[in-house]
Structures are given as structure tokens and as C-alpha cells.
């Protein structure tokens, strides 16, 4: 059984409830080829971004179910609390609607926005106990009332975690909204191909200082694009931890959590020599097959030499991983993170 870890699905059209597209807040075109938000937007890139042809899409390659996660717009950093609130409701509520009509294919996230903590307590909640879904979506990092950026791994949101932990979720974060936190243009594509990493490699440097995996160990969180930055960097934050003592004083060494068994991270690093280092830092069996469908910074058709598991299947060619490495990525490694157990078709 092949599952991929880490794709998206978008609604129809008209799925989509009028008072988002009245207040921008987010809407795609009727003819579904752009998605919107406020003066942002981008192409559909991919037909698979829409239900029926996602089914489609899967089976023409091979994939027998999708871990769908929530939509990076929607993480609603600095959204009215009202606005919030109708916003992740929507999604969630779509979201769990395509994992109840589709069981034996989809396995959906929840997402809630930090700034709010009642709000998104009750929102947990809500998900797990009315919507059985048990996979958390959150950002790297959101916007606190003062309008600062923090880290999701700050003390700030161990409200979220005590309770997810309770509730013995998964847990899924993933960057975006880099080009709000860093004074730089928005050229080059640099916010998805560099900062985005780097945002990665932030929340993962606090998590780990923090301690958390081992805070709560009913958790199991993966951490999108491989962590990427977080990974290479490693030694870098050893070297500070070691150096610099008096800046972590009453945290952890990031030695103790390299490696933890309730620490993931996915395949999308885009080659396999990256790849390679990710299994050499945390080992083959916290690593999970993740597509990032239908993004063209997915592994899909048509861009470059890319299809959906190249990395891994390069990885194998090469002896980077063995075959079984390569079978437990595509299956066993994302059950064990989503704490489930799927039948094979």
C-alpha cells in the first residue's frame, strides 16, 4: 500500500461560502484556474487540486491514499477573530467531509490559529470529538496579538499541545507567510525556495531546545519539506548550544531529541542526496513519503524529470536506501506517524 503523507485538495467553487469571497479573505475563480486572496493570487496548476481528478490522478499513479492537509492560506495569521474563526471552521468542516465520504481514501487535517486560544481549544475539540479527525495542521509561526511573529514552539502554544497530547494526535507544521516576517522582496521566488526552509529549520531549533517530543510524548509531529535547514544545520546549533551556554540556560541539548521516535519528517527535499542526510541525522524510520500534491514544488508529472516518489525511488536505485526503507517511507513510516491503521485495498 502506497500512502502519500503530504498532498492538497481545494474545494469547488461553490463550495466556497460567500462571505469569504466578499471579504477576500479566499475564493477560486468559477472557471477554477486561479485561487485568490485579497490582491494575491495564484495559478491552479494542476486539474488534481479538485476531487474527482485527484481520485483520478492517484490512481494513475499508484497511490492508494492521501494525507491531505489543510491550505497554507488559510492559517489565518492576523485575521479578525470572527473572520478566523468562519474561516477554519469552513475548512474543517470541508476537510472532514472529504475524509468521511472517501474513508478508504483520505486521511484529513484540522487546522486552528494560536492567536485565539479559546477559539482554537474549541476548535480541537470540535475536530476530534464531532469530525473524527485526528491530524493537527499548524503553521510555523503566527502572529500574536502585539504583532509579533513567534515560533508555533513557543510557550505560547503549549495550551494547543496539552491538548492534542491528551488527545494523542498527529500533529503537521509547515511554513508559509515568510514574506511577511522578513524585510526582503518578494523576488525570485525566494520565500518558497529559501525562507520557507529556513522557517522549517526555526520552529524545529525551539522545538527541540523545549524539549518537546519528550513534554508531551503522545504526540507524533512531522515536519514539512524534510525540515530541510533544521537538518543541515544541525552541527551549527550544536556548535551554539556548546559554545554559548549561558544563552540556554534551563533548555535542552537538541542531541537528546535527534532521532526521537515522535519526530517525523517527509520526503519532499527534492533530491536524494538531501534525502541521504535526513536518514543519516533521524534515521529511515522517521522519514514518510510526502508528494505535496498538486504543487508544481510537489513531486508531479511535468516539471523537470520529477514524478510522484522519485526521490525515494532514486534513493533505492542508489543504494541510499534498501528496498524495505523505501516500502516503510511509502506506508508503515506514515501509519506509525498518524497513530492509525489503514487496510490495504
Known amino acids: 500500500m502506497r500512502i502519500n503523507g503530504h498532498g492538497h485538495i481545494l474545494p469547488e467553487p461553490s463550495q466556497i461560502p460567500r462571505f469569504m469571497r466578499e471579504k477576500k479573505l479566499f475564493w477560486i475563480d468559477d472557471d477554477k484556474k486561479i485561487m485568490r486572496q485579497g490582491d494575491w493570487s495564484r495559478p491552479v496548476t494542476h486539474p488534481s487540486f479538485f476531487l474527482k481528478e485527484k481520485l483520478a490522478w492517484m490512481e494513475r499513479h499508484r497511490i492508494d491514499h492521501g494525507v491531505m492537509l489543510c491550505l497554507s492560506q488559510l492559517y489565518c495569521n492576523g485575521w479578525e477573530e470572527q473572520d478566523c474563526g468562519d474561516a477554519i471552521r469552513f475548512q474543517n468542516d470541508f476537510n472532514a467531509s472529504i475524509q468521511r465520504d472517501h474513508p478508504d481514501k483520505f486521511t484529513c487535517g484540522f487546522v486552528v490559529q494560536p492567536l485565539y486560544m479559546d477559539q482554537a481549544l474549541k476548535e480541537i475539540e470540535r475536530c476530534v470529538n464531532e469530525l473524527s479527525l485526528k491530524l493537527l495542521c499548524l503553521p ?29 494526535l498527529a ?5 508559509y507567510d515568510g514574506e511577511k516576517m522578513i524585510a526582503l522582496k518578494d523576488k525570485y521566488w525566494r520565500f518558497h525556495l529559501v525562507w520557507m526552509m529556513a522557517q522549517c529549520a526555526d520552529t524545529i531549533h525551539l522545538y527541540t531546545l523545549r524539549n518537546l517530543p519528550n513534554v508531551y510524548p503522545n504526540l ?25 551556554p549561558d544563552i540556554f540556560k534551563g533548555l535542552h541539548d537538541p542531541r537528546k531529541t535527534l532521532g526521537h521516535k515522535n519526530m517525523y519528517f517527509d520526503t519532499l527535499v527534492h533530491d536524494s542526496y538531501t534525502l541521504e542526510l535526513l536518514k543519516r541525522r533521524v534515521g529511515a524510520s522517521q522519514i514518510l513519503l510526502a508528494l505535496d500534491d498538486p504543487y508544481p514544488l510537489g513531486e508531479m508529472e511535468g516539471v523537470g524529470t520529477s514524478y510522484p516518489g522519485r526521490v525515494v525511488d532514486f534513493a533505492v536505485e542508489t543504494g541510499i536506501l534498501t528496498e524495505q526503507e523505501g516500502k516503510d517511507i511509502w506506508h508503515k513510516n506514515v501509519l506509525d506517524w498518524l497513530g492509525i491503521q489503514l487496510e490495504a485495498p
Open 171 to 175: 500533529v503537521e507544521i509547515h511554513p
Open 220 to 244: 507524533r509531529t512531522s515536519f514539512a519539506h524534510g525540515g530541510m535547514l533544521g537538518i543541515a544545520n544541525y552541527g551549527r546549533r550544536i556548535q551554539g548550544f556548546d559554545g554559548r
Open 140 to 168: 510555523t509561526h503566527f502572529l500574536n496579538a502585539e504583532g509579533e511573529w513567534l515560533s508555533v514552539a513557543e510557550p505560547d502554544v503549549d495550551p494547543i499541545y496539552e491538548l492534542a497530547d491528551r488527545h494523542h
